[in-house]
Nanobody
């Protein structure tokens, strides 16, 4: 069974930074990609950042230059460094892993950007 546990969310002032972490455990093979989605109140779920098996990354336009996705060498953890946070970044952030047996999700961590 694959499990993902996120941490690092919280309340931060506009312009501040947070680092989200996601630890993956269980039977994992043939990783296709790891990434982060978010769901803001009243809005549809949005893909934020992806890191593919080869290391290439993708970001949604609104976070380019501010967010950085990374992973550890063992590919058992994925991170999201979020800088210059804006109120519109407020959402529940979910990590996921895409492997040969399917896509697995974490439970979500709340990020609130407010003064």
């Amino acid at each position: 069974q694959v499990q993902l546990v996120e941490s690092g969310g919280g309340l931060v002032n506009p312009g501040g930074s947070l680092r989200l972490s996601c630890v993956v455990s269980g039977s994992i093979s043939s990783i296709n990609a790891m990434g982060w989605y978010r769901r803001a109140p009243g809005k549809a779920r949005e893909s934020v950042a992806v890191i593919h098996s080869g290391g290439t990354t993708w970001y949604t336009e609104s976070v380019k230059g501010r967010f950085t996705i990374s992973r550890d060498n063992a590919k058992t953890s994925v991170y999201l460094q979020m800088n210059s946070l804006k109120p519109e970044d407020t959402a529940v952030y979910y990590c996921y892993i895409n492997i040969n047996t399917g896509i697995y999700w974490g439970q979500g961590t709340q990020v609130t950007v407010s003064s």
